[in-house]
């Protein structure tokens, strides 16, 4: 008797609770709800989104739970001003809904990722303190003794983030956080690849070396082919 297939696990589709937390989101990311707008009343709401009262009561729950809106009795729903840590949240959670709608896949992320780290090698060029290079470079002796790929995910991650911190611009490190979550199971899957680790390692201390030098031009490059050589791991997808 011949042996079963093995079928891959369906992509489950969004919740229509998750999709109106996705349309909530890109309202207050384009400016459409701005902090103090008060949001339309559950019965509104559902009626405009062709959902039940139960489905908008669950979104605002989840963004009320973030920090995205604030619910007081009497006065419905209100849009906050979110910290940094709750728009590396926002952000994150937008980009799980937009990965699960394929709205969103690898090719775009990592567009964004060249875009945003091959300027953040320059910039920390130019501003990285003889501490910061330090860290740096525990960093990666660090991720060059790891076996783990859990934890030379994280140290990877760290070295990332630190060039950020680098740039003396905090923005930067909100932005490179918010695609944290994304990132770390990227990391997770090429790390996975026997000899992927020591190529990044590899590849680290030349970012580095070109940051120590102060050498702005060798850091773009060494950050590009650095980006470059994690593209094949990215797939048609962003990792769930």
Do not use: W
């Amino acid at each position: 008797m011949a042996e079963a297939a093995a079928f891959q696990q369906l992509a489950r589709d969004p919740s229509l609770a998750e999709r109106v937390t996705l349309a909530l989101m890109d309202s207050i990311a384009s400016g459409r709800l701005s902090p103090g707008d008060r949001l339309p009343s559950e019965r509104d709401l559902g009626e405009q989104f062709g959902v039940s009262r139960t489905v908008v009561r669950e979104a605002v729950r989840g963004l009320q739970a973030r920090g995205v809106l604030r619910v007081r009795p009497g006065r419905g729903a209100e849009v906050v001003a979110p910290g940094a840590s709750q728009l590396t949240e926002t952000f994150t959670l937008f980009l799980r809904g937009a990965n699960t709608q394929h709205v969103i896949g690898g090719e775009q992320i990592s567009e964004v990722r060249e875009t945003l780290e091959i300027r953040l090698a320059e910039l920390a060029c130019r501003r990285a303190t003889r501490e910061d290079l330090a860290q740096m470079e525990a960093a990666i002796a660090a991720m060059a003794e790891e076996n783990d790929v859990e934890r030379a995910s994280a140290y990877d991650m760290k070295f990332h983030r630190l060039i950020a911190s680098a740039t003396k611009n905090m923005l930067f490190v909100v932005l490179l956080d918010s695609l944290g979550d994304v990132l770390l199971q990227l990391r997770r899957r090429s790390l996975s690849v026997h000899g992927r680790r020591d190529g990044a390692v590899a590849e680290h201390r030349r970012i580095l070396d070109a940051l120590t030098a102060g050498d702005v031009a060798a850091a773009r490059a060494a950050m590009a082919d650095h980006l470059a050589g994690s593209r094949p791991y990215y797939g048609r997808r962003v990792p769930a």
